[in-house]
């Protein structure tokens, strides 16, 4: 069982009620991030939020909604330890994890259609990081990363 955080703007608030029951539905417990209606919210402060819990182990995973997914994908890769990817179908939903050991998963509120987005979240959730090869490189962004981090304090 992962602990899976999630969260949205107010676009993507229909679908992360959806996200929050199939993730309890597959076994993991789903950390609801707000927000709670549909009123306009600015995406990072919510962005922040999971974030913030995947980059200090409060939760094991993240998933992220936005009008595009991409706003929220931004946001979130300004964490520590954070890989997040837009993912736009199957295909990307799995690579994400198989190749890049994703741990924050960004979807689009607008574009996805509610079947569709359930999938891919499944698929994201149930799919591991294949490591060897993928693992060296996953390593050099954690090192780019330290590096950064520790250049900028």
């Known amino acids: ?10 676009r993507g608030v ?3 009620s959806k996200i929050l029951a199939l993730v309890s539905d597959l076994g993991h417990q789903a950390l609801d991030f707000g927000p709670q209606d549909h009123e306009s ?5 919510y962005g922040a939020r999971v974030a913030k819990a995947v980059s200090r182990a409060e939760a094991d995973r993240g998933i992220l909604i936005c009008g595009t997914g991409m706003g929220m994908c931004i946001v979130a890769n300004k ?3 954070v890989r997040a990817a837009t993912c736009h179908d199957d295909v990307t939903a799995e690579l994400s994890r198989r190749h890049n050991n994703a741990n924050v998963m960004c979807l689009s509120g607008d574009l996805l259609g509610e079947p569709f987005a359930m999938r ?3 698929i994201w959730l149930t799919t591991e ?3 060897a090869r993928h693992a060296r490189r996953v390593d050099k962004i954690s090192h780019y990363e330290s590096e950064e981090f520790s250049s900028n304090s």
């Open 1 to 10: 069982m992962m602990k899976i955080a999630v969260a949205s703007d107010h």
């Open 14 to 16: 229909q679908i992360k």
């Open 41 to 45: 919210v600015d995406y990072p402060d």
């Open 79 to 81: 964490f520590r330890g």
């Open 120 to 122: 891919m979240v499944e």
């Open 129 to 131: 990081f294949e490591g």
